[in-house]
């Protein structure tokens, strides 16, 4: 944990005058439209006061606002008129770096200017913030010291190169965060450097010359901070505020949560209350206390002849246990489910016990001091690594599912996994019953109206609910097309049907002037498409780009907006987050439903749940699952109040199935028009080009 939270100013302004703040600030003719010059949204203003309740009471609220209620500002304004008015720490956190980007670039600048111009306001205008990131990003200066003094013990020679590249830019950097420093730092090195260590302390560190105590420092001062989900469950996984004992608060006492891009607490929640261990962090682990191909290591310096043997014992303990695990059960398949502990060999307990112990021999005869926390927290790490182990084999969370998995670019790092079947109960606890406000929100969080299903998923039955429709004229603006004559692959046409899905991309993507924007449910589709669309695409003067071939996502989704008039294929994490306003994305289309395959072993052990409720898999998690995803890949659309475009649909399931007709439901516009080869010429409109 990053640590308590300082208390600012004097005694705390009544709610009522507040709350009476942030009603002028979004009323009709209110501050918003004199001070800003931006437009009156009754939505926004009916979110801001559900939101600004929520935090006057310490209350949970779950508030879905369609794209273009202007969310963001509707939390930020009360959020942090309220933690400077109560002396409270606000926090907001969000799934993408992009909306991440959002709220500092532009959100806390109209907030800050907003309050500036308002006399009324004035006094919360120096509001502070700081992003809270993991603390293994930022370099520690103590940390670096050591290293560079037991460099020749640690690295060989082109590690210590690289360790003199760290420090030279570490006189230099501001904030000391691993992504400042480029090419990016050697991993085996950072992690000698890093600030995730008991060693990086107040009690060893100058927080004038130490980036992560200056970070630490500027969180316990902050009015707001930004967080994301994963740090955020990874926080309230190391105790949260609790750890601090306090009854009330997240990660803080005292503070209150915001949760934007809500859709996704589940499955981050689900990724975090499990375990996970893998092959390559345990040798990595056990060689960076003796490495004995390299002779380096921690205890080349600090230990004897014995403790290096054991740490080569325990190296090889593990290589034949994940070994046994990746050549006996993940042969065949790369997943594979673990209902019986006997499936298993257990790793020998003999040389991690001894090992641990004298490491804590060691560490009783350093002096109190930076070595001395150093040995302490590697004991630490070696326990925790060898008990979970344990815990995986004996399956001891009984209400988690339990698998193996195998990676890497040849197939040869074994992960360790468990996750909750029921993600709920474990929400609930960390989430609501902290005393304190918990506003999650996002443009998804109900389907067909009905946001119960979301409730239940994260234990939220019972709270209070906000819906407020988007502003935007979809009558208008949007137009949807349903193709009503591409096959279904099958075992018995896959050629056929890639075939017609390409001649369907490639006469709807050239008759668009705009951008593309095509959302793939595999890769393997997207992959084969594209290199069968590319000749005629760029032929056309149309540039293509494709996930997953050399840029990140942040860097095509760029190239895409500069392109102007380019296709974009993406799968996955690019049927969310992905803001692209005006004629740069004219068109979405959607090539398949979003139907997760309930293969994976945590769908697979909830839909046994389900079923051994008397429940509908199908109905409970596949298809809200599916449809919550397919509004996030069509909500890419329309991004401001001027935007058209086209929804085009590539699956007749949207008409042939029982189910389909929720999946029109789900778009703001619950027009569409039929599309076949015969009749495609006459019916598909496009919007004129801009």
Sequence with gaps: MIGLHENHGGPPARPDEWLALVAKAFAEGGWLENALGLEHRPQQERMAREVAR?????????AEAGTGVGKSLAYLVPGLIHAQSARRPMLVSTHTISLQEQIHQKDLVLVRRLFSAVPELEKFAAFRSALLVGKGNYLCSTRLA???????????????????????????????????????????????????????????????????????????????????????????????????????GILFPDDFLVLDEAHTVPEVATEHFG????????????????????KRGILQKLGTAREQQLVEDCLDASSLFFGHIRDRLLAKQPVVRIQNE?????????????????????GNRLDDGPARDEITDQRGRLGTYFTNIRQFLKLACEDHVHWV???????????????????????????????????????????????????????????????EDSPFDYERHMRVYVAADIPQPTAANPRLA??????????????????????FTSYNDLNRCAEMLEPDLLAAGRPLFVQGKLHSRTELTKRFQHAKNAVLFGTDSFWTGVDVPGPALSQVIVT??????????????????????????????????????FRQGAGRLIRTKTDCGLITILDARVLTKTYGRLFIDCLPKREFERLTKATREQVFRPFAAK
Aim: one cysteine or more; a negative charge.
């Design 592 to 629: 398949r439903l979003p139907f997760d395959v309930p293969s994976h072993p945590i769908a697979e052990a909830r839909a046994e749940w389900v079923r051994e409720r008397g429940g509908n898999p199908f109905a409970e998690l596949t298809l809200p699952d599916a449809l919550v995803k």
């Design 146 to 248: 050591q290293a560079l003094a037991a460099k020749h013990e640690l690295f060989p020679s082109h590690e210590q190169q690289e360790l003199q590249r760290i420090a030279a830019w570490a006189a230099e950097s501001k904030d000391g965060l691993r992504q400042e420093l480029s090419p990016a730092p050697d991993p085996e090195v950072w992690e000698w450097v890093h600030a995730d260590s008991s060693v990086c302390s107040r009690k060893h560190c100058d927080p004038e010359h130490c980036p992560y105590q200056r970070a630490r420092a500027r969180i316990r001062q902050a009015n707001l901070i930004i967080v994301n989900h994963s740090l955020l469950f990874s926080h309230i996984q190391a105790g949260g505020a609790a750890e601090k004992g306090a009854k009330r």
């Design 498 to 519: 890639l075939e017609e899905l390409v001649d369907y991309l490639r006469w709807c993507t050239l008759r668009v002037p705009g951008g593309s924007l095509v959302l």
């Design 342 to 362: 006997e499936l298993c060999e257990p790793l020998p307990p003999e040389p991690f016990k001894i090992l641990g112990q004298l490491m804590q021999d060691i």
């Design 275 to 294: 375990l996970r261990v893998t092959s390559y962090g345990v040798d990595r682990f056990l060689k960076s206390l003796y490495n004995p191909q390299r």
């Design 54 to 62: 929520s935090f006057s009471g310490d209350e949970v609220l779950l």
């Design 405 to 467: 998995e195998r990676s890497g670019k040849l197939g040869q790092i074994v992960a360790l996994r468990s996750a909750p079947i029921d993600v709920a109960p474990h929400i609930r606890e960390a989430l609501f019953r902290k005393e304190t406000s918990v506003v999650l929100t996002s443009a998804t969080l109900a389907m067909g109206g009905q946001i119960e299903p979301f409730q239940q998923r994260i234990g939220a039955e019972g709270e209070r609910v906000s819906i």
